[in-house]
């Protein structure tokens, strides 16, 4: 993929991707040739989705946009934050990226950390590096527009947070997440 588009941005993500994620995917897909999801594969806490839902959630994110591939990495999963998403950016520099996109909450888990604590800290030790980070304010749905939007680039203040969290419950409880794409879960609830 790099050999065929020169401007490539690689993103961490943990998760079965909603809405609020398809708004930084179109976000990074305005900036980039292409985008590469590449989840860590690893040892994950309790109640994360296994890396076979992951799998199956973003083959179907690749088919639903031309401009993303999804290559997972296998590594630890520390859950450490602000730090990982060092650990994250350096992972993807040894790997060749040139940009790396970092989230709000960032390898978070359970609101250990403060929301853009991450951000900040990439953007402290940027110097250290020769990948560049990528930052948003994240994806949310927003009332006045009838949309998904990334924070700060609408206008409006009538934002919805998108849990991950009560996405994942609904998966496990094979009920339908107003927050993300209905056939996409109806393809993970399909998994055994």
Known sequence: TKKKYKNVCSMQIRNAP????????????KKFDYVILNPIFGI???????NKYISEALKFIEKKYK?????????????????????????????????FYVGRDHAGAENLYAPEKAVKTVKKYSKKFKIKSITS???????????????????????????????????????IYTHADKHLQKKLFNLK
């Not at 994620?21 to 990074?28: K, M, P, R």
């Not at 296998?74 to 790997?95: C, I, Q, V």
């Not at 749905?141 to 990334?150: M, Q, R, S």
Request: positive net charge; charged residues 25%.
């Open 137 to 175: 304010g994240g994806g949310y749905f927003c009332t006045n527009c009838n949309d998904y939007v990334i924070k700060k680039e609408c206008r409006h203040r009538s934002l919805i947070d998108i849990s991950g969290t009560k996405f994942r419950s609904c998966l496990r409880d094979r009920k």
């Open 44 to 50: 994950k806490k309790k109640n994360d989705l296994s």
């Open 18 to 29: 909603h809405y609020g994620h398809e708004a930084i995917f179109n976000f990074l897909i």
């Open 67 to 99: 401009k993303i591939k999804f290559y997972p990495v296998t590594s630890n999963f520390y859950y450490a934050g602000p730090r990982e998403a060092l650990h994250h950016m350096n992972l993807r520099e040894m790997l060749g990226f040139s940009h």
